[in-house]
């Protein structure tokens, strides 16, 4: 019997002394975590994306809680939540969140397998990254989308897929939540995350090829040639000319579609907007007048 | 018999065109000249449209330390200097030369008598070096990493020995034999170059065993040369490989990267380069043309060209017989190692060392499947990695771990692609992954 007792008395004492240092240890070395943390990760989406930026919700959290303490919550945003998360964000904070356009992830680039003809075969891995190791991908194209489907691994959401009719990556614009994941993945830059625009409507350059017209001509049927045309027919100095290449500045851009209409080839387009009545047949005429465009160009 | 201890493999050696003598390939109509025939910097063209160019004149300079010029192989007018699609299947600025003629700069001494080291005593390293780089010399293996840098060893190292890598490994490819037997005696001198220029008195050349003529007659003639010793090597793939090379001849080991082949005392040149060290050397003869091996199954005649550099491929297939009809790859290079071509019009430069010419039933790859972990790509790596293990790290984009199993070490040999039962394609995501991990510790390290 004495043998028990010894042995309860013996490991109750080891556990008191041990309760104690724990408990003297955990009031010693407590790391006090802001609240507010705790609060604000709540509210996010807890997708852990990290297309704020951030690694994960809770960094995103910690990041918004010390803006705040600095003054303001400028530059700070959950693409996932977007607006309606960062109110309830800043509610907690008690700040004033700064208005953001919604963005989505646009593809520039129109090379379908019907627009730009397959010039290689390729039958290595599916992987864009893995493709470009071998040269220009199956197309002639150097900038365009190699259609590997890398964006669409990248993408958490579910918002990407590959159309095997184009060979092109499609952007679900319900489902995409403009993290970043893509834009980040993509080893050509192709994707670009554009605001949404008013009713969804936006004017878009699809093509990223900045080699000279009569080279960027040759290898895509719906590649832009940098003949500048869609500039001069901008009256809001909404368009740029770079390295032979468009680029539409969606602040500027007042949708006006005068430059889908410039477009000798089509590059432009306009998407979400009703179909128009009137010149339906517009881009045919337009697309048989190329050679001769691109002379001039 | 010496070769190399980890891994390895043995394909079908292929090399049709061995018994084909050496033969001139004709001009062409116009030559293109890329500017990014070496590692480094890109060379800067040193001339305009309109300009009137003779066979070794400078048409771009060296860019820095690690570049080297480019000269004109043809005699004719600049074009003009826009992009081609050269072989690495990118478009890159290069200088085009209508050709007129065959006009060549009088500096270049084209008798064909020898000149050895003993009739030029006046030769110091230094001028040896300066003469390489002013040249244009590049690895000619394939690597095209300028010659002169690694003539120049870094400070705080000594080289030991020259090793001239006489092995050509990848199957298919004769350029190297043939030049061997063809030209003996040049390489040899070229030889004692290197060795002087590097400071050291033992050379060794390594040639598989599967040339005995060119072993036999390269030991006959090396007796007239002190310190040569010509070391005959097991057939293995890859012997032509720097570090198994040097592993097979002298039994070290070149430790993981960032070390170099100079740390355990070895400069190692390609027997074609150091063929072009004594044409530069001897006969102030720019590096403008090479030995390149046409070949293929289908190919009616196989050959070895000496053809000038800028020489559209399509123009040496011409002059093979024409392309086969059931062609399905063109490949720049061996097969195991080279590069498909994107186009036939991308032309001939510094480290062009075969075309082969692939049936549309060879070049198809198998369905992969899925592994079954019977460990051949282990056993089958000269550099002892785990190629199954970084294949799928760098497809799952781990690139950590593929960095903690030493995937920067690769040499992209194939080897493991080439034994997988599974036919996985575990050099694509190899590579990748190793470019990849590369860029972030280049990234890491400039931090």
């Known amino acids: ?38 609060q604000v990760a709540e509210v996010l989406p807890q997708a852990n994306c990290g297309g704020c930026g ?31 998360v960062m109110e309830k964000v800043a509610g907690i904070l008690g700040m004033a969140v700064a208005a953001s ?15 730009r003809p397959r010039v290689v075969d390729y039958d290595g891995v599916r992987s864009c990254r893995v493709q470009l190791l071998s040269g220009t991908g199956e197309t002639a194209c150097a900038f365009g989308c190699l259609g590997g489907g890398d964006c669409v691994a990248a993408c958490q959401f579910g918002a990407l897929s590959i159309n095997p009719e184009t060979g092109l990556p499609e952007v679900d614009e319900e489902r995409c939540t403009a993290c970043g994941a893509c834009v980040k993945t993509c080893p050509r830059r192709v994707i670009e995350l554009r605001p949404k625009g008013p009713k969804n409507r936006r004017m878009v350059v699809l093509c ?9 001509n040759k290898v895509c049927k719906a590649s832009c040639i940098g003949c500048g045309k869609c500039v001069k027919a901008c009256a809001f100095e909404a368009i740029t000319l770079n390295n032979n290449l468009a680029y539409i500045d969606p602040e500027k851009c007042k949708m006006c579609r005068k430059c889908e209409e410039a477009c000798p080839k089509g590059a432009i387009h306009a998407v979400n907007f009703p179909p128009r009545k009137p010149k339906a047949e517009k881009p045919a005429t337009a697309a048989t007048g190329v050679p001769a465009e691109t002379k001039e160009a | 018999m010496k070769t190399f201890k980890i891994g390895g493999v043995h394909p079908s050696e292929n090399k049709f065109s061995a018994n084909a003598p050496i033969r001139k390939a004709g001009l062409p109509k116009q030559a293109v000249f890329s500017l990014y025939q070496h590692i480094g910097a890109p060379a800067k063209p040193v001339v305009a449209k309109g300009d009137v160019v003779k066979v070794g004149t ?47 700069e009088e500096s270049i001494d084209r008798t064909p008598d020898l000149v050895t080291l003993a009739q030029r005593p006046d030769l110091t390293a230094e001028e040896i070096v300066k003469r390489v780089k002013a040249c244009g010399i590049v690895g000619m293996g394939g690597a095209t990493f300028p010659c002169h840098v690694k003539l120049t060893p870094p400070k705080g190292t000594k080289a030991e020995c020259v090793i001239i890598n006489a092995v050509e490994c990848e199957p298919y490819l004769t350029a190297d034999h043939r030049l061997m037997l063809e030209k003996p005696d040049e390489i040899l001198v070229g030889v004692t170059l290197i060795m002087k220029a590097v400071g050291v008195d033992k050379g060794y050349i390594g040639i598989e065993n599967n040339k005995p003529d ?20 097991r057939v293995k793939y890859p012997q032509g490989g720097e570090k198994q090379l040097i592993a097979a001849i002298t039994g070290r080991e070149v430790p993981a990267p960032p070390a170099l082949p100079i740390h355990v005392g070895a400069v190692v ?90 049936t549309e039933k060879e070049s198809r790859r198998g369905e992969p499947q899925p592994c079954i972990r019977c460990g051949k790509c282990v056993g089958a790596c000269p550099m002892g990695l785990e190629p199954y293990l970084l294949a799928t790290a760098s497809a799952l984009r781990k690139w950590d771990l593929a960095e903690e199993h030493d995937i920067t070490s ?28 590369m860029a972030l510790v280049r990234a890491r390290n400039a931090k």
């Open chain 2, 269 to 358: 040149q390609n027997v074609g380069t150091t063929f072009a060290i004594y044409e530069a050397v001897m006969k102030s003869k720019p590096l403008f043309e090479r030995v390149i091996t046409v070949t293929g199954k289908d190919v009616k005649t196989p050959s070895n060209f000496l053809a000038r550099i800028g020489t559209p491929m399509a123009q040496l297939i011409e002059e093979c017989g024409g392309l086969p009809e059931a062609t399905g790859k063109v490949i720049g290079g061996g097969p195991m190692m080279g590069k498909a071509l994107m186009n036939l019009d991308v032309p001939v430069c510094k480290g062009s060392s075969g075309l082969l010419l692939m």
């Open chain 1, 101 to 115: 356009e919604p963005k989505v992830a646009v593809v520039r680039c129109n090379g379908t397998c019907a627009n």
């Open chain 1, 1 to 38: 019997m004495n043998v028990i007792w010894i042995a309860v008395i013996i490991l109750g004492a080891v556990g008191l002394v041990s309760a104690i240092m724990l408990y003297a240890a955990s009031k010693k070395f407590a790391v006090k975590e802001d609240e507010r943390i705790g």
């Open chain 2, 214 to 233: 060119a072993i036999a007659l390269l030991t006959e003639k090396a007796k007239a040369y002190p310190g040569i010793e010509v070391v005959p090597l």
């Open chain 2, 410 to 437: 690769c040499i992209e040999c194939g080897s493991c692609q080439y034994t997988c039962p599974s036919m996985r394609p575990m050099l694509d995501n190899i590579r990748m992954g190793k470019t990849t991990v």
């Open chain 1, 208 to 216: 990223v090829n900045r080699d000279k017209g009569a080279v960027a």
């Open chain 2, 58 to 104: 400078v048409l771009a300079e060296a860019d820095g330390f690690v570049s080297v010029p480019v000269h004109s192989s043809v005699s004719g007018k600049v074009n003009k200097i826009d992009a081609v699609v050269d072989a690495s299947g990118y478009r890159r600025p290069a200088i085009f030369v209508d050709v007129e003629g065959d006009d060549w």
């Open chain 1, 54 to 84: 951030y690694p994960g919700c809770s960094g995103f959290a910690a990041a918004c809680v010390k803006a705040a303490d600095g003054g303001s919550l400028e530059g700070k945003l959950c693409p996932v939540g977007g607006q309606a």
